[in-house]
């Protein structure tokens, strides 16, 4: 089985670009489709899918185009940002949190009728 970590701060940005490219066609022959299907679907011409499986730079738009219409939108979940709690957040919530039960007492005191 053939290595999948790729070091990607090594390579040149046409590389990447080839890399990209590559992708795009093999999932588009999975698909069983032409670049034509795909570039219909996707609103772009043609030309512009050749181009982007060639390793040639192509919009940022067309590439998300082309994504969605490969529904292949899920790869840019890496570029999704999560909120982070600080260490002294996370802190100052457990410190909240509830650390025993109240006595019996205390609740048929809460539970008791007003009437």
Partial sequence: MA????????????????IIGNYIRHHRLIQNK????????AGINR??????ENGE?????????????LNLLDVLEVFKIQSQLSPLEL?????LKRQ???TSNEINK????KW
Avoid at 34 to 41: D, G, P
Avoid at 57 to 69: C, F, G, N, P
């Fill in 100 to 102: 025993r039960a109240s």
């Fill in 47 to 52: 030309w512009t899918m050749s181009k982007i």
């Fill in 91 to 95: 802190a100052r919530l457990e410190k």
């Fill in 57 to 69: 730079l192509i919009s940022l738009t067309s590439l998300v185009q082309i994504l969605r219409a």
């Fill in 3 to 18: 290595s999948t970590n790729i070091n990607w701060l090594s390579m040149t940005d046409k590389s990447i670009v080839g």
């Fill in 34 to 41: 032409t670049q034509a299907n795909i570039a219909e679907v």
């Fill in 110 to 113: 809460q539970n008791k009728s």
